[in-house]
């Protein structure tokens, strides 16, 4: 899908490239610039004709020609010729985190590096630290950074992922009406990073499914791979592997179970005796729910299907509720323009209470996030009084008072109590210095815990999907000192997140810890990310008992002035 941030995405992979050849600064920049333009436009580009688009700010008329070609064929001639001269595995090298064009140029053209597994040997034979402008420090960095790259090849977010599988799933519904049709795997149990799209379509007629399958212009078969029974190929905008399963319609729901589910929930041994595996072998025409009836389960919900402890969960009869989009009664943790935010204050209220949300939580960056235009003392006074006039006007919808506050170094935060206790509530996260060892990692956060003004610890490893690991902590004591300092915890919900971890999600339940559901919103936009959070924590067993923001606006603003007091006490 051709939209701003595939355009932005093009013209920034342009600017890398003109700076891994060398080329001038000032051009450099003018693309970089662009790319920051697009990204806070509110009106979707590929709409746009070019006429129209000279009008807009930022845009002249190189740069709405680029635009529209590529809308029209996904690139343009100087991208094109960038891409020419570089090889694919270099243009891999780009991706490395923490290195950028200008170190991937020398240890390309010096080191004589022309993929991540080139790369990988050099840094190997200790080559890479006699590169000018590197060092042995900097080739143990550089391993790790390639290690971590290679190890995620072939890989997709599931948000970024997901409008390829349900295109596929839609075109073969339509032109297969009486089929039945379904995601599964990974896909169904909405794990955060998927390999595969794996597809399970039901129809007695294999052949006029193979028919409509190969017809479908966005496929390309892998024919060496598929057999009888199955499709292998990829999607080809996305490249994504695809793997299609053919089955009887009969069998659809036994053959959706057994794909669905994990190797360890389909071997769990139950108390009976057999596995969900092997009892599967004698089932036929039944529904899920009616499978795991039989074998005295309750029906699992999809996404909780890990073998983890679902299953000691559905043979007690106490699997929870878990909860759904339409629990969630307000957002927390947002940016605005006050920080590094692309809407204002009053567009990312009146937008979330056009949503149906009771209340945004409004967190911008504190003044150590220089780099993001973090809030001064004295901007903090300007919001804060923006806020009380917008309470006012959006009554009962309310803005609360909240700041994502650095965690320094040494574990404090980077305001003075004075300024902390004006707030509603705060995120406490680190940013920066995302070397530290564990042990230090670990007692960096716990200190943020105990210090009484931290409502909710934001994104506890810092990590990015497929592009940077998350800093070591010890998840177990972190999240004990959360239960212990009544310390709520984010599911930050940004696809590039999902941070905590789903695998910890159980865990600190079980400890009494509430969960809140953030997007961390950078713009309108960003409140649709709510979804993918709300996945990460059913994964985890979460509910709407022990999730922050489904609290009403009355039952959180009771929430936050109870903790006020008792800072006072």
């Not at 794909?259 to 057999?274: E, F, K, P, V």
């Not at 990312?348 to 209340?359: F, T």
Request: glycine letters at 8%.
């Amino acid at each position: 899908m051709i939209n701003n941030s595939y355009i932005a995405k093009k013209i920034k992979l342009t600017a890398k490239l003109m700076e891994l050849h060398g080329e001038n600064d000032f051009k450099v920049k003018a693309y970089q610039k662009t790319v920051e333009s697009i990204k806070i436009l509110d009106v979707e580009l590929s709409q746009v004709p070019l006429a129209e688009l000279l009008k807009i700010e930022g845009i002249g008329k190189s740069t709405a020609e680029k635009i529209v070609s590529i809308v029209e064929r996904g690139s343009f001639d100087k991208l094109d010729e960038l891409l020419e001269k570089t090889p694919e595995g270099v243009i891999e090298m780009l991706g490395l985190s923490g290195f950028g064009p200008k170190k991937i140029a020398l240890l390309w053209k010096e080191g004589g590096a022309e993929s991540l597994d080139e790369l990988l040997v050099l840094c190997r034979q200790g080559k890479v630290a006699t590169i000018k402008g590197f060092a042995e420090k900097t080739q143990e960095t550089l391993i790790k950074a390639i290690e971590f790259k290679i190890s995620t090849r072939g890989m997709f977010r599931y948000a970024n992922i997901e409008p390829a599988f349900k295109s596929i799933l839609e075109q073969v519904q339509m032109s297969l009406p009486n089929a039945r049709v379904s995601e599964t795997g990974a896909l169904r149990r909405r794990v955060d990073i998927i390999s595969y799209l794996d597809l399970l379509v039901g129809n007695d007629d294999f052949d006029e499914v193979r028919r409509v399958i190969s017809e479908m212009d966005s496929l390309a078969e892998t024919e060496m791979q598929s057999g009888p029974f199955t499709w292998v190929g990829y999607h080809k905008e996305t490249k994504a592997k695809v793997k299609i399963k053919l089955c009887k319609l009969q069998e659809f729901d036994k053959i959706l179970l057994k794909t669905t589910g994990s190797i360890r929930h389909l071997n769990a041994n139950l108390s009976n005796g057999t596995t969900l595996k092997q009892a599967l072998l004698s089932m036929n025409g039944n529904s899920e729910a009616e499978i795991y009836e039989s074998q005295g389960l309750q029906y699992i919900e999809p996404e909780m299907r890990e073998g983890t402890f679902e299953i000691q969960l559905a043979e007690k009869k106490e699997l929870p509720k878990l909860v759904e989009m339409s629990d969630l009664k307000g957002i927390l943790h947002n940016h605005s323009t006050y920080s590094d935010g692309k809407h204002t204050l009053r567009q990312m209220a009146e937008h979330c209470k056009v949503l149906g949300y009771e209340y945004l939580g409004i967190s911008d960056h504190s003044q150590t996030a220089v780099y993001a235009n973090g809030l001064y003392e004295y901007t903090v006074k300007e919001q804060q009084e923006e806020i009380r006039k917008l309470n006012i006007e959006l009554a009962p919808f309310r803005v609360f008072s909240g700041i994502e506050s650095d965690i320094l170094a040494d574990g404090s935060l980077d305001y003075p109590d004075e300024v902390l206790a004006g707030f509603d509530f705060i995120v406490a996260s680190v940013h920066s210095g995302l070397n530290m060892d564990i042990n230090k990692a670990t007692n960096r956060l716990l200190t943020a815990i105990r210090n009484p003004h931290t409502t909710i610890l934001g994104h506890m490893t810092g990590r990015l999907l497929l592009e940077r690991e998350g800093y070591p902590v010890d998840h177990q004591e972190v999240i004990n000192a959360c239960a212990e300092n009544n310390v709520v915890i984010e599911i930050n919900a940004s696809p590039y997140r999902l941070d905590m971890d789903w695998r910890w999600v159980n865990y600190a339940l079980e400890k009494g810890v509430v969960l809140s559901i953030n997007p961390d919103a950078h713009s309108m936009e960003g409140y649709k990310d709510m979804y993918y959070g709300l996945l990460t924590g059913r994964k985890g067993g979460l509910t709407k008992e022990m999730t922050l923001n489904s609290k009403s606006v009355s039952e959180i603003s009771d929430f936050f002035q109870s903790r006020k007091e008792k800072i006072l006490s």
